[in-house]
């Protein structure tokens, strides 16, 4: 009855009241009603993992690139075949299993589930044992902190967003110190196996700690899954990386508003930036979700090898179009690492890198003339703000913070000067007024959508049989999502066959290559076959609320 | 079945398929399922609504203050009673109108519900009338500006967020001259009616309208109808403006998914600043809706006299003590006008507003000797590109552009520097890290919540009621909302009882006071007496997605 949703603000804050405290877990929380009544939405199982299973090897794997370098820096786990689940009865397996679980990096829709996920296979199917929940990402394994995980303490983030039954950390596995701390854990808790929930670099680092520990001959096995917002961790095994559905569906929840809000006053241009530093594939889907009138995607800037003045005058080209038309208004995404793929940008950041790191950056400017002549042309024509922007903010290694780059802002500084030039030339007489947004940290601890409630749990379900089971070296791959979740297909991959190398200080690493918005791929062709449509009619396209429905 | 879900992105964009193309009203639209699956949902009516009835007049009013100034300017409407709707045969009631209908101001979420309703009342009990919608806002009406409305035209925007139908603007009926148009358009229409959708100037503006209207003898009835997000336009017959449900809802979900972000990282402190330049009603709800650890409230701060440093200090106080039990997190809500609260910048920005229009602003500051001291202490004080937006960014009557000036930047500035001193002098060991939010054009938009649909849509058939029964200068009222639906009450306030009057460039003006936040409400006073507890202890809910239940 609408009358319910009044009570709320007419008695202002009364939807707390409604909201049920738990005492397990999740210390000192209350509930909201939608997140209590997500707590016992039905996690289906695709229908491989309901019955009696068998694990069957593929064949030899390679790797992504450079098999050679892998194979000297994997001689363990190199060439080992992917594994698949098939119906049948399984042979040898462990009974009970002392596992641990880790969350590495930024959060993501659906890791709860991923632990919940594994924590449920070993319930079913290995009584007797335990899982430990590492605690603040990588960190806690090299400092053997964790919690033991039971029901009771797992319920309460069932279907539930944040990383925070454990939460997660930055750290990574790396010098022979922190191997050796890692083993450490490994022998004091009697690991079979970890669990590493990561992205790419986590994944990459739960390869590498495979294979230390088989090099080892300790009996801890290590199994992967795919987490990341950005969309950018796949491969055909693993079409998706869990959380990228729920963000890109809060992302285009907000976007449909702000084009409602554009096409109703009429006279502004959002220019909205979404996370997804390396991939643009989070733009790139909500553009699909919500057909904005420009679309930038990185990418295919890199590909045209694009200016930032291209780009500039793409959009202004667009606004004078729509003016002409009486459209004064628009929505324009752009992703969080656009200029990381412009080179003249890489170009300048590159060369202040060099100049703010040994010499002295003088009021007057005198410093400027270290840079070249087009690294200094670009930079005189970037709005102050943003130059000051580019001086000041700097990670602890000294390099500016692309990610603190308001490029929205930017972009909008730059398009109204190019619009002010046209107009004096008589080639725009329209208004223009932009208002920037920055989507980015609302998507990444959402209510997980059901697909990735249900997806996630299939990847920890998956990576307890993969343990059980007695492999290392995968990342846990469930495949067919298309279909209905009974036919998904569950099995994992060996993570050298995702790797290349990169040779870094003179030396090869390891590297899962991000899996970049394919210029040739469906996706970015049906977009670009229909941004045109978009850019001059207005096709706006307002997703909504996610529906929770069953 | 959570596979469906799965489709949208692996075969990016696949959602769009399922939208429906409507060639009505909402041209070039496509509709989302969301927003399909809204065009039907049932807005059910308040039983005095559904039956016969009849207005009954109140007993004559007064004005909210200076009534004898109110008198003068509002000579044919001052003191004429309310109205309300109670079962009963009508008398003498007009068959058919020719009524118009303007959107005034910024968007809510429910404004096209509220056309709806004034539509379908004409259609119900008016047989054979003609409604207007004025396009663009009141500009529309002066330059007589308009489309016939019928249902296929109406239907798209059913339960739908924006105010496109026929858009909004900021333009006022104020000049004689324009008194003149509107008269014009009112006469040329044959108008029996106006109603005007608006926050607090437009109702005052509606109600000078009538009065014009009125003293020329033209028949044209006019109707205000409360719409803002910001809540503040109500009294005890209009108990609420109608967007701040959904509005208040869709920021809560952001602040919720931010909270659980916070607690997962555990590194970052969120300022989210939230809409609300004069009160900060969206921000207290939100407050109570959340459970933030910190949340300021504009009028606390102007009450007790708060100086932006007494406001830095309470937020760096928290973030000392919270550091000492471990959590270096946590989540602040700013409400947008804070900086027009705090007397001190008050005082600053009107003498930066004195200074730029009369003297020249130097490189080298000489400027600044023009400052009193405390407002050249309070200048020095602020970071530095706050204090370049105060500079810079001036609306056309050369008056700082308050809603520019992004507070929680400036807030983390402050706070950063005041949590430097103290781990100086030894008194903070925590570490600090900002992340800054502006949630605002999002919740303008969005669809509108189950109350504020059917509110609306009560609200606009009221109006309708109100029109044919002869009445002008009220604002539509819909009371006893915390009751079910069919309970709610049904009339029309005066105008005139709520307003007072300002001096203006040595003129009384009349204005209907905004309502701000009350700290002797009880809204405020559960929110105070819960703060210490959220502060300390992470109370942290997150009420998720508007269900839009049946």
Redesign the interface.
């Known amino acids: ?13 009364e ?2 009241t409604s ?1 049920k405290p738990l005492n397990t877990g999740r210390f ?8 209590s ?2 707590l016992d939405h039905a996690l ?1 199982l695709p229908s491989v993992l309901r019955k009696p299973f068998q694990v069957v090897d593929g064949p030899p794997s390679s790797a992504a690139g450079n098999p050679d370098e892998i194979k000297k820096l994997f001689p363990y786990l190199f060439g080992q075949p992917s594994a698949v689940l098939v119906p049948g009865e399984a042979e040898n397996v462990t009974k009970s299993l002392k596992v641990g679980v880790v969350l590495s990096g ?2 993501a829709p659906g890791g709860h589930n991923v632990i919940s996920g594994i924590y449920d296979y070993l319930q079913d199917r290995c009584k007797g044992s335990t899982l430990y929940g590492f605690k ?1 990402g990588p960190a806690g394994i090299m400092k053997c902190k964790y919690t033991v995980l039971n029901s009771e303490y797992i319920y309460p983030y069932r279907n ?5 039954m454990i ?2 950390g930055r750290d990574k596995i790396e010098t022979p110190e922190q191997f050796k701390q890692a083993e450490e854990t490994a022998i004091k808790l009697d690991l079979d196996g970890l669990v590493v929930i990561g992205g790419d670099d986590s994944n990459t680092n739960a390869c590498l700690l495979a294979e230390n520990f088989r090099s080892k001959n300790l009996k801890t096995r290590v199994i992967g899954c795919p987490k990341t917002i950005d ?1 950018d961790l796949k491969c055909k095994e693993v ?2 990386s869990f959380g ?2 729920t963000a ?3 992302y285009a ?2 976007i ?3 084009m ?2 554009a ?4 006279k502004y241009y ?1 220019f909205v930036r979404l996370m997804g530093r390396a991939a643009s594939h989070i733009t ?2 909500c ?3 919500t ?1 904005p009138n420009i679309t930038l995607i990185g990418e295919e800037v890199a590909a045209k090898k694009q200016t930032l003045k291209n780009v500039t005058d793409y959009i202004a080209d667009i606004i004078s179009k729509r003016a002409e038309l009486g459209y004064n208004y628009g929505v324009i995404l752009i992703p969080e690492g656009l200029i990381d793929f412009i080179p003249e940008v890489q170009q300048l950041i590159a060369e202040l890198n060099e100049i703010l790191a040994h010499e002295v950056v003088d009021e007057a400017g005198v410093w400027k003339n270290k840079l070249t002549p087009q690294s200094l042309q670009l930079f005189e024509l970037l709005p102050p ?1 943003i130059q000051e922007q580019l001086m000041l903010e700097r990670d602890p290694h000294g390099n500016v913070q692309v990610a603190k780059i308001e490029t929205e802002k930017m972009l909008i500084q730059m398009v109204e000067t190019e619009l002010e030039h046209r107009r004096q030339a008589g080639s725009y007489k329209g208004q223009f007024k932009g ?1 920037s ?1 920055f989507f980015g ?7 997980p ?7 996630c749990y299939a990847l920890g379900y998956g990576a307890g049989a993969l343990l059980q089971s007695g492999k290392t070296g995968l990342i846990s791959s469930v495949g067919n ?5 009974e036919e ?1 297909t569950v099995g994992g991959t060996a993570l050298t066959s995702l790797m290349d190398v990169e040779r870094r200080h003179g030396k090869f690493k390891p590297v899962i290559k991000k899996a970049m918005v394919e210029l040739e791929g ?2 970015f062709k ?2 670009a076959s229909l941004r045109e449509d978009w850019a001059i ?12 429905t069953a």
Request: hydrophobic residues 35%; negative net charge; proline residues 5%.
């Open positions: 009855m609408a009358a319910v949703a009044a009570v709320s603000h007419l008695s202002n804050g939807l707390s909201a000192h929380s209350v509930y909201s009603e939608v997140q009544s997500r289906p930024g959060q603040g539930q967003g944040g990383f925070d939460c997660s969309g079409p998706t990228f559905d890109c569906k809060i929840e907000m449909g508003n702000v409602v809000d096409r109703s006053t009429g959002h790139l889907e553009a699909l979700q057909h703000a208002q947004h940290y609302e998507g990444r601890c959402g209510l959508s059901n697909f990735d409630s249900t997806y999502l298309a279909a209905p979740v998904w469906a996706p049906k977009f009619n207005n096709r706006y396209l307002s997703p909504g609320i996610i529906y929770f």
